[in-house]
């Protein structure tokens, strides 16, 4: 019997002394660490020895840095979004530029000198190239304008880049170990971090923590092998120091109003488009209109008419614009030229010291947004001699809306002294629908979103002197614009009976003759008056209005009431 039952025993002792050996090699290969290294051009994503990934703070974004010659490069597109999108590039003149309160910097594509009033300087490397049509511009000459840290790294190619310097947590490496891809032990290895060395702390889990070390491989180590975990405040880089843009602005409110002038002969209107006026310190006449595609425009400004405004105590802000000649000229063939638009500047600011001028408002409208960048650049190039002779540079602006942010109206709001928002035209001659030209909620919409980018000490609101009348027979729409006196005339010819609208802040009328539906919202000093009670509130610098000749006399006691607020 025992001679039966040991070979059975034996039998039984083998198979659990199997199933253990089974078990012990799946738990070892379960819970033993992986030594499988990762591939660190592939996490990297490098394509090329040129192709250097880029590490913005703690994260390692789509973009893509490239190490030529030994010099690091961003595409200007990257430079724009991250870093600073003041730089400005004329592919057609082979040009980068960089705009400063008092001088512009150039520098040819694939020279390594720059250029600016100081004269010229050899960097030694080429600043800004091209491969094939992107341009890439190097990371050493965009530091000379902008504030940022940036280590590169080898095998792979990698750039270390840090543009803000919040409060971070840190810690030791207890022993030595491996950052891997994910927290786990069968994740690849992306590299080996020593006893001793510090890591950035990026995310804490259960049992594993994201980090970042010392050279910017990004993964995670388990959290047994990290120690005094604390915060640290990095040193924030102040290389570059911003300098400062200048404002010609006034410490009273202005209250300006624009005066049509159609030609020479309009001058003489000054007195009487102003006889009614209280409180007006700034006129502006639209005498400068754009009229070819080479930057030339014609002007009616005379000595006379600004000897009579100074000495009506009027400042002149002479308007230019491209309204009258938009279907002649090419604002983005006048805009992108950097050629273009120094005659254009030039040629400006030349007639405006010629005449005694004392500022310009730009009115360029129906911008496109392929034009919006040539645009910005215009006004940053046209604020430098503003700046220089003390002539203020105000600039004409849509109320806020998505399809007009190309105005990039902060940047306007650094180099410009006033940013004007043209608070009418809700409803217009085109619409599909009759309205209001200004109902509150959408002036008081534009304003609350020109100073969220505008300081409110550089915003001034236009209000219209006008109002549309409007007919509407079944699907058809048309208005027309007419001043406050001829809006009332027509209420009272027509025996229309207006009632408060509490919607638009405007007093409404309607009447309806055969298949004819007639309807105005009266802008009025009631009207005008909610409206100064809004920039009030906003404490913005001023009134503007469109246009002088439209309005009712009493429509100054208001503005007056508002100035003195």
């Known amino acids: 019997m025992k001679k039966k039952i040991i070979p059975i025993l034996v039998a039984i002792v083998l198979i659990i002394i199997i199933g253990c050996v089974s078990i012990g090699a799946k738990l070892i290969e379960r819970y033993s660490y992986s030594r499988e290294r990762a591939d660190l051009n592939d996490y990297f994503q490098i394509s090329s020895q040129e192709d250097t990934a880029i590490i913005l703070g703690n994260e390692m974004i789509e973009e893509r840095a490239r190490l030529i010659d030994g010099v690091y490069y961003l595409d200007l597109s990257t430079v724009h979004k991250y870093f600073n999108d003041r730089f400005y590039e004329d592919k057609n003149e082979n040009l980068l530029l960089y705009t400063l309160p008092d001088d512009i910097v150039k520098t040819n594509t694939g020279s390594t000198v720059k250029e600016s009033k100081n004269g010229s300087e050899d960097l030694g490397y080429v600043i800004a ?6 341009l890439y511009v190097a990371v050493d000459y965009v530091k000379q304008y902008t504030n940022f840290s940036c280590e590169a790294f080898t095998e792979p190619n990698r750039l270390q880049i840090d543009t803000s310097w919040d409060e971070i947590q840190v810690s030791e490496i207890k022993k030595n170990t491996a950052v891997r891809i994910r927290g786990g032990v069968k994740s690849e290895i992306l590299e080996d971090v020593q006893q001793g060395e510090k890591v950035t702390v990026l995310e804490q889990m259960e049992t594993w923590s994201k980090v970042k070390t010392s050279d910017s491989v990004i993964g995670y180590v388990e959290n047994k092998r990290l120690s005094d975990i604390r915060s640290e405040q990095p040193i924030p880089v102040t290389d570059y120091e911003e300098p400062e843009y200048t404002s010609v602005t006034r410490d009273y409110k202005i209250n300006l109003g624009w005066h049509v002038i159609a030609g020479v002969a309009g001058n003489d209107t000054l007195g009487s488009v102003t006889a009614n006026t209280k409180g007006l310190n700034v006129i502006s006449p639209t005498w400068f209109k754009l009229s070819d ?28 614009e491209n309204i009258e ?14 050629a273009t638009r120094t005659q254009l500047i030039d040629n400006l600011i030349n007639t405006v010291l010629e005449y005694g001028i004392d500022g310009i408002n730009v009115d360029f409208e129906q911008i496109s947004m392929d034009c919006g960048e040539h645009y910005i650049e215009f006004i ?54 009759a309205g209001s030209v200004a109902s509150i909620d959408y002036v008081e919409e534009g304003i609350a979103r020109t100073v969220e980018q505008v300081p409110a000490n550089k915003v001034i609101n236009a209000v219209p002197f006008y109002t549309r009348i409007w007919e509407t027979t079944g699907s058809s729409i048309s208005s027309q614009a007419v001043g406050m006196a001829v809006a009332e005339e027509y209420v009272a010819a027509h025996n229309i009976e207006v009632e408060w609208d509490d919607a638009t802040c405007q007093n409404y009328g309607e009447y309806t003759s055969g298949d004819t539906l007639y309807q105005v919202w009266l802008e009025d000093e009631k009207s005008i008056q909610v409206k100064l009670n809004i920039m009030e509130k906003y404490g913005i610098a001023g009134v503007a209005s469109w246009r002088l000749g439209f309005e009712k006399p009493e429509i100054w006691d208001e503005i007056v009431n508002y100035l003195n607020q």
């Open 325 to 338: 000649y938009k279907n002649s000229i090419d604002m983005y063939a006048i805009l992108s030229s950097t």
């Open 129 to 134: 190239r091209y491969e094939e049509d992107t």
């Open 293 to 320: 595609n080479n930057g030339g425009f014609t002007s009616f400004a005379t000595s006379e008419y600004v000897n009579k405004a100074h000495d009506m105590g009027l400042e002149v802000w002479a308007l230019i």
């Open 380 to 433: 940053r190039e046209l604020s430098i001699p503003c700046r220089e002779h003390g002539i203020v540079l105000s600039v004409d602006n849509y109320v806020p809306t998505g399809y007009t942010d190309h105005y990039d109206r902060r940047e306007q709001g650094i180099v410009a002294d006033y940013v004007i928002i043209m608070g009418y035209d809700e409803h217009y001659a085109g619409s599909e629908v």
